[in-house]
């Protein structure tokens, strides 16, 4: 089951708007590659395609856990944790804007 959704996933990848009309890479680039590898068990190579996939995967489920159990400091911890995940996002793109 998990194999027909990662062929899924593969053979309907989106092409970025930025990186097909601009030339370069837009702060997203690389999620759907990185989950695809996450999916298939590949940690370390969804890590090295887009550091913030995991830490925004956290945040996420954070979230609506948070949502309905209604955590004392929820609100306070998905403040730190968006950002530190935007904090990612954006040292990873400037490092992409540099190194490529």
């Known amino acids: 089951m998990l194999e027909k959704i990662i062929h899924w996933l593969e053979s309907h990848q989106q092409s970025c708007f930025y990186k097909k009309y ?8 690389g999620m759907q590659r990185s989950f695809i ?3 298939k068990g590949n ?4 890590i090295l395609l887009y550091p913030a996939l ?9 979230l609506f856990t ?3 159990l209604k955590f004392k400091n929820g609100a306070t ?3 730190y944790l968006f950002i530190f995940n935007a904090s990612i ?12």
């Open 22 to 29: 601009l030339g370069f890479d837009c702060p997203g680039c």
């Open 54 to 62: 995991i830490p925004t995967i956290i945040m996420i489920v954070f």
């Open 66 to 68: 948070h949502i309905i």
């Open 37 to 39: 590898e996450l999916l």
């Open 43 to 46: 940690f370390w190579e969804s």
């Open 77 to 79: 911890i998905l403040k």
């Open 89 to 100: 996002i954006v040292l990873n793109y400037i490092y992409k804007l540099l190194t490529h």
